[in-house]
Nanobody, 123 residues
Framework: QVQLVESGGGLVQAGGSLRLSCAASGRTFSSYAMGWFRQAPGKEREFVAAISRNSGSTNYADSVKGRFTISRDNAKNTVYLQMNSLKPEDTAVYYC????????????????WGQGTQVTVSS
C-alpha cells in the first residue's frame, strides 16, 4: 500500500549538513505517521525522528535533538530529514519508515520501510 524510496545520502565532513528525502507512494499515505531510523554496522536499528500525519507533532532521539529536523510535504508525498552539525557517530544507513500510530514508535511497530540510504560522516 505504501512504497518508500530514500535519497540524499552521501559522504560529508564533520560539522556539515545533508538533507535526506523519502518519496512515498500509495493511496493511504496520509494515514501514516512517518519517520527515520538508522543502523550502523554491528548495531541495532535505532529511532531517529518521527512526524505525525498532519505535521502537528514531532519526536526526536536525544542524540539528534537540536541538530536534525524532520518535515513532510503532503502535496509532494515526501518526508525530509535535515541533518546539521553532523558527527562521525551519525554514520549509518538511514531508513525511512511509515506506521499507524503516534510519534512514539519502535522498529517493531513500523509497517513499511524504505531501502535505506548511506550517510557517512568523516572527521
Amino acid at each position: 500500500q505504501v512504497q518508500l524510496v530514500e535519497s540524499g545520502g552521501g559522504l560529508v565532513q564533520a560539522g556539515g549538513s545533508l538533507r535526506l528525502s523519502c518519496a512515498a507512494s500509495g493511496r493511504t499515505f496520509s494515514s501514516y505517521a512517518m519517520g527515520w531510523f538508522r543502523q550502523a554496522p554491528g548495531k541495532e536499528r535505532e529511532f531517529v525522528a518521527a512526524i505525525s500525519r498532519n505535521s502537528g507533532s514531532t519526536n526526536y532521539a536525544d542524540s539528534v535533538k537540536g541538530r536534525f529536523t524532520i518535515s513532510r510535504d503532503n502535496a509532494k508525498n515526501t518526508v525530509y530529514l535535515q541533518m546539521n552539525s553532523l558527527k562521525p557517530e551519525d554514520t549509518a544507513v538511514y531508513y525511512c519508515a511509515a506506521w499507524v500510530g503516534g510519534t512514539g514508535v519502535t522498529g517493531a511497530q513500523v509497517n513499511y520501510w524504505g531501502q535505506g540510504t548511506q550517510v557517512t560522516v568523516s572527521s
